[in-house]
């Protein structure tokens, strides 16, 4: 058996490619941050992650630009040898302040942040219990760790509690979620959940990814939720309101420190370059001294749903900047998608394994820069659309 031989048989991406609706990997020859261009036709971005839109902030990128004339464009090493500077100390120390934390610790990219923390804290007689809709980082980190995986289903808080009840006592016992679930715009349940880890002994780890810089004034859904001290993780990107690459981890001293002398996904990767840690910590400022970004992309969205609910989608239990468009099988997200894309809007076509199948959506999320202007265009061209392929 030839293990190329998976490769040859598949063949729904190249089918996808040939008859016109390949919705992935497009070359985009400019991005504005609201405004993208592809092959010299201009589309408003609802697709972005970039949610105060400091990717093409001044401040942001003065320190990026100064960042590489300082130290270079890279560290050419890992945090455990020579690929820390002091600038990913300060960036460390300010994050963990503004998240309420002992300590923090900087990270590559936000997918080794969670497969290096809980492969790291997870050992054989250890249990990691997920959400069933966790980022594929979180299951693929609990996956590399030695422990036992149990799944509850989404932010159902009684099933949740059967699983913590039919683990032993002596085990050790991590709860992962996702603080703002990435695809269909809710949150989870965290008050109620902090509550069960603690009947339960288990300690509880949010990845907030999606709600730092939008949620809790910028600080994060556990801030949004007022249950900052009684989350014991706080984990988040710089992929997505930080405008850069890479991610952290923060918690108590003990903690971040056994990480640290411990995830391989640290250990064995080079530090993120002094641009972006630069520009990490430029966006860390700015939400400090612009809370109204937060307030801004917060009532953006408000309406967005409005709208969307008035003209009649699905748009299911999204409370945040990500507004799922719910539309249930792969052919008709495509080609919804395609005619959008026609029509200069720039969405994100999510199938299964991503959600659930009959989940299948288009994924909208937006930005604090966004224009009233702009998102009177995008509802209009969701109306037109939605009646041409029979959703409305």
Known sequence: MDIFEKCRAYTAAKEAIESGIYPYFIPLNENEGTEVIFQGKRLIMIGSNNYLGLSTHPKVREAAINAVKRFGTS?????????????????????AEWVGKEAALVFST?????????????????????????????????RLGFGKIERFRHNDLEHLERVLRSIPESSGKLL????????????????????????????????????????????GTAHH????????????????????LGGFIAGDEDTIHYIKHTARALIFSASIP???????????????????????????ADRMRKGYTELGFNIGNSITP????IIGSDE?????????FDNGVFVNPVISPAVSPGRQLLRTSYMATHTEEQMDQVLESFAKVGKTVGLL
């Open 274 to 300: 002094p641009a972006n840690a630069a520009a990490a910590l430029a966006a860390l400022h700015v939400m400090k001294e612009e809370p109204e970004l937060s307030r801004r992309v917060r009532s953006i």
């Open 225 to 244: 939720f007022g249950v900052t001290g009684d989350v014991d993780l706080i984990m988040s990107t710089f992929s997505k309101s930080f405008a850069s």
């Open 332 to 340: 008709l997200t495509f080609a919804t998608w395609k005619m959008l």
């Open 75 to 95: 560290c050419t090493g890992s945090r455990f040898l020579n690929g820390t500077l002091a600038l990913h100390e300060q960036l460390e120390t300010e994050l």
């Open 110 to 142: 936000g997918m080794q942040t969670n497969l290096g923390a809980i492969s790291s804290l997870v050992g054989r007689d250890d249990v990691v219990i997920l959400d069933k809709e966790d980022h594929a980082s979180i299951v693929d980190g609990a």
């Open 176 to 219: 992962v979620v996702d603080g703002l679930f990435s695809m269909e715009g809710d949150l989870a349940p965290l008050p109620e959940m902090s509550k069960l880890a603690k009947k339960y002994n288990a300690r509880l780890m949010v990845d907030d990814a999606h709600g730092m810089g939008v949620m809790g004034d910028g600080r």
């Open 322 to 325: 990500v507004i799922p468009i």
